[in-house]
């Protein structure tokens, strides 16, 4: 149904994205992935075909019964020269010694302010640290024949295996043209409903958009700061990196300092009036509400819910954004967040989650609510509304985004309900603010808009029936086979009820 | 929503060993590890009374109770990797160290398939590090012998080959 709305020169983007895809040259030659282990590490399976030893067990000795990954803990415990040392006792602890993983975690603890990514991140620590020898660092050679192990092996395959096609071909997001909608037409259909739409004809209005390439941001800001995950490194440095690693869940740049530290770009966008209210902004400090997004293709977020039941939107200025969506409760399979929801447990990386999880989903028989998926292309801005699960996996490389979060009027009451209810839970404030932000809320309420604040303290304090409304735990229709309970994962702990299914939401799953 | 504080305090859990043995412990010591708690969630639909079989031999399940009782009111430490030292007592407190400092080589490592099959993260790497603590001085030599290893023969132009890749560590370097 989405697909009424949906302009041509949009199917035939993403129909680009698709036939890449499909081809053997989906990687850029450059970087192309290897089609075997760098020192010749095999998934366990071959060791039934091979028929031979696996010499993992003879090189560990007392060690043979503890899994690869309790065998890696071990070995996350050692420095690097350690690590260079044992790496000489065996094939098998030269393997372990030489987990990549290991060598990330270490230049990313040492070198929390940047550094120059080379070869592979033992070279990159080697190199950083000057080591002897430096002009000769290179990638470990040593072939080890016949090991055999599906965990070591699983980092390497995840970021080699080429993109699937039926990864990328779903869209079931509606897409609007901005020109033919209004802010009312948008908060009756989308945000009241709390239903995600992709809005063209914004994000192709902002300065940004056709002016930022890499050679512009390098020009602009290629020797300033941003924050990469774990670390804050130079934008020239970080394109160096995204070009060169092969990590199966690279790092990307996810920054909510942007406008202090390279002013220009915020002056390149402009939020849209669609979701322009946000109570946040009336606080006299206001959370973390910005990110400048930058990152290569395959890099990406795992499944999440956004920070205080806020709502965001998205704007992609470059290149491609892949997104899989869920409705608020409806915890995709294979991820399961702790009680209480503060963290969240899933495979190391999206795409290992694609290979393990996605088809499931696509399944006539399964019973689950099946992912929206949408690729949102240059120049499209997506609404995620409050509550949902999203995840996401850029598509090409030099893929720019800014995605700002906010609490609309219509969003208020789900985010007073967590400042209050999960105070240790609220992010994107300096320590200790925390526990204090729904007062703060409050207070500038009650100076700015005293009218959203009487109309808040109505209801939620009686029996929690508008919190559970507010919960917005679905039960959808999937393929027209009847209610699919809302799983776990929920903001309010109730469980039953009955739920009213906004026709809207109830189309869009009705189609997949 | 959860169930009332008083009465999970006095609700008592069985679990038994693979030997057969049954320990009697307190929910709260129980669901120390997630996945027992999983367990008792899932039997306890069924029948308020039953034993929950553990794959673990007795004096390692009584061990990792011992573990779990202690720290369901005293949040273990977290351990800084690498290890910035041998002395484990500086890190982790005296409790960890004397509870980890164990006679039998081999009951570390079972407590070290115990903490990764009943996902115990912070016992995983009390085990794990003591074990580390082992390797960190070791010669090459010495590793292969006290781990018992019996590696295949590298050939020479591997050795080679492995020596000079490793070169930045062992020039000057303990071994």
């Known amino acids: ?512 | 929503m959860e169930t009332a504080p008083m009465e999970t305090e006095q609700r008592l859990v069985k679990l038994s060993s693979s030997q057969g043995d049954v320990f009697e412990v307190e929910f709260g010591t129980a669901c120390y590890a997630d996945v027992v708690k999983q367990m008792i969630d899932f039997t306890s639909e069924s029948s308020d009374a039953e034993t929950i079989p553990l794959n673990l031999k007795t004096t390692v399940l009584e061990k990792v109770l011992q573990y779990c009782d202690y720290h369901r009111d005293n949040e273990p430490k977290e351990i800084p990797k690498p290890l910035p030292t041998t002395n484990l007592g500086e890190i982790v407190g005296d409790w960890d160290a004397a509870f980890i400092n164990v006679d039998d080589e081999n009951m570390l490592y079972e407590l070290i398939l115990a903490a990764n099959y009943l996902d115990i993260k912070p016992l995983l790497d009390l085990a794990c590090a003591k074990a580390a603590c082992a390797i960190k001085h070791m010669t090459p030599d010495a590793i292969r012998e006290h781990f018992n290893l019996q590696p295949e023969q590298m050939t020479p132009e591997e050795e080679q080959e492995m020596l000079e890749e490793l070169k930045w560590c062992t020039d000057g370097g303990a071994a």
Request: charged share 25%; hydrophobic share 40%; net charge neutral.
């Open chain 1, 1 to 512: 149904m989405s697909s009424s709305k949906t302009s041509s020169s949009t199917v035939r983007k993403a129909a680009e994205h698709l036939s890449r895809a499909d081809t053997a040259t989906v990687e850029p030659p450059s970087k192309r992935p290897r089609s075997s282990h760098p020192i010749g590490i095999r998934p366990l399976g071959n060791l039934l075909i091979d028929g031979g030893r696996n010499c993992r067990d003879a090189g560990l000795g007392m060690l043979k019964p503890l899994s690869d990954f309790a065998v890696c803990t071990v070995f996350e415990h050692l420095t690097c020269v350690e690590l260079g040392r044992v790496a000489r006792v065996s094939r098998s602890f030269y393997v372990f010694a030489n987990h990549e993983e290991l060598w990330m975690q270490r230049v990313t603890d040492d070198f929390r302010d940047g550094f120059q990514y080379h070869k592979d991140w033992r070279c990159t620590w080697l190199t950083m640290t000057h080591r002897k020898g430096v002009n000769s660092v290179a990638p470990a050679s040593v072939r080890v024949p016949s090991f055999y192990s599906d965990w070591l092996f699983q980092r390497f395959h995840c970021a080699s295996v080429p993109l699937k096609r039926r990864w990328l071909c779903t869209e079931t997001i509606d897409r609007r043209d901005a020109a033919a909608l209004s802010v009312g037409d948008s908060i009756r259909e989308y945000e009241t409903p709390n239903v995600p739409v992709i809005i063209r004809g914004v994000v192709d209005r902002w300065p940004a958009y056709g002016k930022w390439s890499r050679e512009h941001l390098l020009k602009r800001a290629g020797h300033v700061k941003f924050t990469a995950g774990p670390v804050d490194m130079s934008l020239r440095d970080f394109f160096a990196y995204a070009d060169a690693n092969e990590d199966d869940n690279p790092l990307f740049i996810f920054d909510p300092k942007f406008a202090d530290r390279a002013p220009f770009m915020a002056d390149d966008y402009t939020p849209p009036q669609y979701f322009a209210e946000d109570m946040f902004a009336l606080l006299p400090q206001r959370p973390n509400f910005r990110w400048l997004l930058i990152g290569n293709r395959r890099s990406g977020s795992k499944w999440h819910v956004d920070p205080n039941a806020t709502s965001a939107w998205n704007g992609v200025i470059r290149g491609a954004k892949k997104w899989f969506m869920l409705p608020p409760g409806h915890v995709p399979p294979g991820v399961s967040p702790s009680r209480g929801g503060a963290e969240v447990t899933q495979p190391v990386s999206l795409v290992e989650w694609l290979l393990n999880f996605y088809d499931a989903t696509q399944q006539a028989d399964y019973g689950g609510v099946r992912p929206l998926e949408a690729t949102v292309c240059a120049g499209e801005l997506l609404f995620i509304p409050r509550g949902w699960w999203h995840a996401v996996l850029n598509l090409e490389d030099d893929t720019f985004a800014i995605t700002q979060n906010f609490v609309s009027p219509r969003g208020l009451r789900a985010t007073a309900k967590f400042l209050r209810f999960k105070p240790e839970q609220v992010s994107g404030v300096s320590e200790g603010r925390h526990a204090g932000l729904w007062m703060e809320l409050e207070e500038a309420l009650r100076t700015h808009r005293p009218e959203l604040l009487a109309d808040l303290s109505t209801g939620w304090q009686t029996d929690g029936t508008a919190a559970k409304a507010e919960s917005a735990r679905v039960d959808v229709s999937v393929n027209g086979e009847g209610a699919v309970d809302g799983r776990g994962g929920g903001d309010g702990g109730s469980s039953g009820g009955v739920v009213s299914v906004h026709p809207k939401l109830l189309a869009m799953f009705g189609t997949s």
